[in-house]
């Protein structure tokens, strides 16, 4: 006589529904892993959209002029002014990066403009992070401000080039982080 012995595994829709259960749960692990990745800022981002961002970088660069003391000629070049993304440190966040120079001075202005930044940066908020005969680095933890001003005096037409970054903003929406 023939007896009968129950399956003890699962049917075949079973066993692949399990199959896709686990692939699913798999790859959502993976994502949750990745998205560990995410570093964190030592600040909270202010919540900005890049408009006001971009006029509050424009104020920091005026005052940076003022600061190197020079009567010249201002320029920006083609780019200006950037938006640079910041999604290493999550969704919708950005920062900028202003470029411009000051030209048409004699060698001794642009020499006066770096030394006058030497002496009144600290006393303003700012900390030099590196002093070279013809570069400044600096930085401004208050404001999350950081900038460089390179002198280019031995070219035909000398400059003080200024890059002003800002700190990383969040967009008050996802649109206004997209238009910016």
Known sequence: MM???????HSGRARRTGRVATVVFAS????????????????????????????????????LLEMAGVKGTVTEPRIGM?????????????????????????SDQYDAGMQNLRNVLGGNGWKIKKDGSDEIQASNEAGHFSVTVAAHTATLEPTLDFTVNS??????????????
């Open 28 to 63: 959502l692990l993976a994502l949750t892993v990745g998205c560990s990745n995410i570093m964190e800022l030592p600040y909270t981002p202010e919540r900005m959209d890049p408009d006001p961002a971009r006029a509050k970088t424009r104020e920091v660069s005026a005052r």
């Open 3 to 9: 007896r009968r012995i129950p399956a003890t595994g």
């Open 82 to 106: 950037s938006v640079v993304v910041c999604d290493e440190y999550g969704q919708d966040l950005y920062a900028l990066e202003h470029r411009w120079s000051v030209g048409g001075m004699t």
């Open 167 to 180: 700190r990383c903003y969040q967009a008050t929406s996802h649109a206004a982080y997209n238009e910016g």
